[in-house]
């Protein structure tokens, strides 16, 4: 017992409080349960039941019935600068808080010289970059635009989009097509090959959805989420089940609207790349999350994401402002040829699926992902477990089989990570840290503390 | 524990020897453990470890090295008179050991009746009970043919099958395309959609199929079984991910030999039937147990069928020879409107999936598929440890992520099912008792002991 709440407490904590719960959950699954002794809670830790006059514990159950009523369908696509209000021409938008490009990590700076060159505004990395440091271009977060991307998170403006829309509220969200693994853009790869396929996934790959979901429909993103949690994905790094049902949902309407070369070669781009439903996912719990944001007195956090420089949160009561703290390094199986020194820090809006409790809280569904994250299935058990002790409610639609139907942990409360000394649990892909090269591997990673502390204070000082 | 056990002994023993190996299986995954006290084995059990001069240790490995060596491809289609050596015009072959005409079971003589119908030597469903009635047709077994058909397993001469190659050992099995749920034919059902359905079957679906097949070149079903075993089938009642894989899989050849109405309409007929794949796995299993046939001294069942009045099993050194029991019922969820009532006994070879070490015996691996069969998601954890107290080995190929990609149980010892008193444990459909009506409900069945009992009684008879 005492070693699975260790795996995921932060050194910098000894704090200990809601370990009872933790045993008991742990109970209700059958596994045998020491008990520990309760400690007192950290230094800086204290109850914190109002803010701002408004009443914490009801805050934060609007947050979770937002959450838990949001209905994510997939109703369209469309270019960045032509959907996404507010986007330009001269806008790239970039994983994680905001940061400079002096600041920017090798991938992050290897994606956007790649978007550069795929925009037509270089002709050559150097060009790219002389670009990029000049001032001309406009860097901002994803999450500015209701965006999310995965790992270096580039869109830009000539880039298609998948557009999500939460029917419950009418929250927006966006996220770019995925492209594979190994060399690509997200990773920081900018080689032809990588502006190579960027086109064909604005020119056939794009249009040919584009026509297959006017045929569908709207998508219910929701449902395909909880039946491939119950297919063993997690939807963040475990997409097969996924891709797989997306697949079987716009093939007839595909194989309707485009002719047989197209369909044929948009069935074989997506049947080759099991992580083509991340995107989806991702702008799933995005337009499930967007809801809570801003909520007084809620402590529930609204995102998580990471640049690759440093790793930063949003909280509803404190609505856009990010708490951050540097990005840890991720453990995890590496490539052929690579290994820890080559590893750039985490990097992503990934991070949106565990905010949405699935991902990495939602690893107790996905026992076969520790072949690509490392690990064991009995690790994957002990992460969902453990952050139901940070989490403020379980979720109604996704829900692990194997804890008997149980829903997931859903709605991080910045308090109980402050308080228990567990932070929130994620897996991810790894990026090389140079700019050029791509993916290296994937792992496990725990968010930093800093973060966490960082919003409790805020909110501490807002008052009650 | 003692729980546990008892759920899977059949009354009529007492035998308790295997426990512990039980216990420690149980143990192995962390749950809580009880042991029993040894108690002497049933009567009638005696130590059975030569047969016919053959040692049995050495021969049930033999069988276990086969079935694990196996490599069933999918390498084309063809029509059942054309492809299935024997088959010929005034044959049906059905589900389970042999039966005459007047001791059938109401699904299966109201799947010969819309096969007759379907093949156009009768006009109404009383002119294909006197036909059937009458003589001029010959019934057989399926397994007869190196067939399998789930439910009442109904094969008539011009419906297409798929052809499944072992390519370790040449073997060949065969199973026709599966038809959806509810009102179909392998329960029983024979009205004007019934038949329509598989007049589409015959005329657009395999013709597609076949095409789309002979530019895929053969398809590895061994591995998309494995797979889908990661994400949450069992590839007997739940098929969701193997129809998935399936279908990924075919699409984009599919659309590159097919109209795109064809291929749209065989996309939509797949997408709409999460059971597609079930003849598939079943066929595969079938390929990969017919090299452990006729093995020398082997106690290793090689088939358990059910043709919903008899329950049969063939045993490897017995070789053709049948041992039958009365088929029991099914304990399981019912469609709306139906109940135990209704419920015709246990029918169909799709048993051969639990042969090979897949379906109940995998079940561990699909937990959602409770909400199908009935049980809780530890119950189909509890099954399939239970299974490992029966059989020779564990699976080199299937392995179950839940268990710590531990490999499935394989290969049912005869003496094993006799001396713990534990039958194999299946899932499966349960038909309407009466000709004409289908699908009433899913569950959970265990094998009865007779057909083990008297296998046992046979291979002692057969002497040192």
């Given at each position: 017992?005492?070693?699975?709440?260790?795996?995921?407490?932060?050194?910098?904590?000894?704090?200990?409080?809601?370990?009872?719960?933790?045993?008991?959950?742990?109970?209700?699954?059958?596994?045998?349960?020491?008990?520990?002794?309760?400690?007192?809670?950290?230094?800086?830790?204290?109850?914190?039941?109002?803010?701002?006059?408004?009443?914490?514990?009801?805050?934060?159950?609007?947050?979770?019935?937002?959450?838990?009523?949001?209905?994510?369908?997939?109703?369209?696509?469309?270019?960045?600068?032509?959907?996404?209000?507010?986007?330009?021409?001269?806008?790239?938008?970039?994983s994680g808080?905001?940061?400079?490009?002096?600041?920017?990590?090798?991938?992050?700076?290897?994606?956007?010289?790649?978007?550069?060159?795929?925009?037509?505004?270089?002709?050559?990395?150097?060009?790219?970059?002389?670009?990029?440091?000049?001032?001309?271009?406009?860097?901002?977060?994803c999450?500015?635009?209701?965006?999310v991307g995965p790992m270096?998170g580039?869109?830009?403006?000539?880039?298609?989009?998948?557009?999500?829309?939460?029917?419950?509220?009418?929250?927006?969200?966006?996220a770019?097509?995925n492209?594979?693994?190994?060399?690509?853009?997200r990773?920081?790869?900018?080689?032809?090959?990588?502006?190579?396929?960027?086109?064909?996934?604005?020119?056939?790959?794009?249009?040919?959805?584009?026509?297959?979901?006017?045929?569908?429909?709207?998508?219910?993103?929701?449902?395909?989420?909880?039946?491939?949690?119950?297919?063993?994905?997690?939807c963040h790094n475990?997409n097969?089940?996924?891709?797989?049902?997306?697949?079987?949902?716009?093939?007839?309407?595909?194989?309707?609207?485009?002719?047989?070369?197209?369909?044929?070669?948009?069935?074989?781009?997506?049947?080759?790349?099991?992580h083509?439903?991340l995107n989806?996912s991702m702008a799933?719990m995005k337009?499930?999350?967007?809801?809570?944001?801003?909520?007084?007195?809620?402590?529930?956090?609204?995102?998580m994401a990471r640049?690759?420089?440093?790793?930063?949160?949003?909280?509803?009561?404190?609505?856009?402002?990010?708490?951050?703290?540097?990005?840890?390094?991720?453990?995890?199986?590496?490539?052929?040829?690579?290994?820890?020194?080559?590893?750039?820090?985490d990097i992503g809006d990934s991070a949106i699926t565990e905010t949405g409790?699935i991902g990495g809280?939602?690893?107790?569904?996905?026992?076969?992902?520790?072949?690509?994250?490392?690990?064991?299935?009995?690790?994957?058990?002990?992460?969902?477990?453990?952050?139901?002790?940070?989490?403020?409610?379980?979720?109604?639609?996704?829900?692990?089989?194997?804890?008997?139907?149980?829903?997931?942990?859903?709605?991080?409360?910045?308090?109980?990570?402050?308080?228990?000394?567990?932070?929130?649990?994620l897996n991810t892909g790894?990026?090389?840290?140079?700019?050029?090269?791509?993916?290296?591997?994937?792992?496990?990673?725990?968010?930093?503390?800093?973060?966490?502390?960082?919003?409790?204070?805020?909110?501490?000082?807002?008052?009650?």
């Open positions: 017992m005492s070693q699975i709440v260790e795996l995921f407490r932060q050194p910098l904590t000894v704090i200990n409080v809601g370990l009872e719960a933790f045993a008991e959950s742990v109970a209700r699954q059958g596994a045998a349960v020491v008990d520990v002794d309760w400690r007192p809670p950290a230094a800086g830790y204290v109850d914190l039941d109002t803010v701002q006059g408004a009443d914490v514990e009801s805050a934060n159950a609007e947050a979770l019935r937002r959450i838990l009523a949001g209905r994510p369908l997939l109703v369209g696509m469309g270019v960045a600068r032509e959907v996404i209000p507010g986007f330009h021409d001269r806008l790239i938008t970039h808080p905001p940061i400079a490009w002096e600041r920017m990590s090798g991938p992050t700076r290897g994606a956007i010289i790649g978007a550069l060159i795929y925009e037509g505004l270089a002709a050559t990395p150097e060009e790219a970059e002389a670009l990029a440091a000049g001032g001309e271009i406009e860097f901002a977060p999450h500015h635009y209701g965006a270096a580039i869109i830009s403006p000539s880039m298609p989009v998948f557009i999500v829309r939460n029917e419950a509220f009418g929250a927006l969200a966006y770019t097509q492209e594979g693994l190994g060399r690509v853009l990773y920081g790869a900018y080689g032809p090959e990588v502006i190579q396929r960027l086109r064909w996934m604005e020119t056939v790959l794009y249009p040919a959805l584009q026509r297959a979901l006017a045929k569908t429909g709207p998508i219910d993103l929701r449902t395909m989420v909880a039946q491939a949690l119950h297919m063993g994905d997690e475990r097969k089940a996924g891709t797989s049902l997306f697949l079987r949902a716009i093939a007839p309407a595909l194989v309707e609207t485009s002719d047989a070369a197209t369909a044929a070669a948009v069935l074989r781009f997506m049947d080759g790349n099991d083509f439903f989806l799933a337009a499930m999350l967007l809801p809570a944001e801003n909520i007084p007195g809620c402590t529930v956090v609204t995102t640049n690759g420089t440093d790793w930063g949160i949003r909280v509803s009561a404190t609505g856009d402002r990010w708490f951050t703290a540097p990005a840890p390094y991720v453990q995890g199986l590496w490539l052929p040829g690579y290994g820890p020194e080559d590893a750039n820090p409790g809280f939602a690893l107790a569904a996905a026992p076969a992902i520790v072949q690509f994250v490392g690990g064991t299935p009995r690790d994957a058990l002990d992460t969902t477990l453990a952050m139901y002790e940070i989490t403020v409610g379980e979720h109604s639609a996704f829900t692990i089989p194997a804890l008997g139907f149980r829903g997931t942990p859903v709605g991080i409360d910045v308090r109980r990570v402050v308080e228990t000394g567990i932070t929130p649990r790894i990026a090389h840290k140079r700019p050029g090269v791509g993916m290296v591997g994937a792992g496990l990673v725990s968010a930093p503390m800093g973060c966490f502390t960082a919003a409790f204070e805020a909110l501490r000082e807002m008052g009650r």
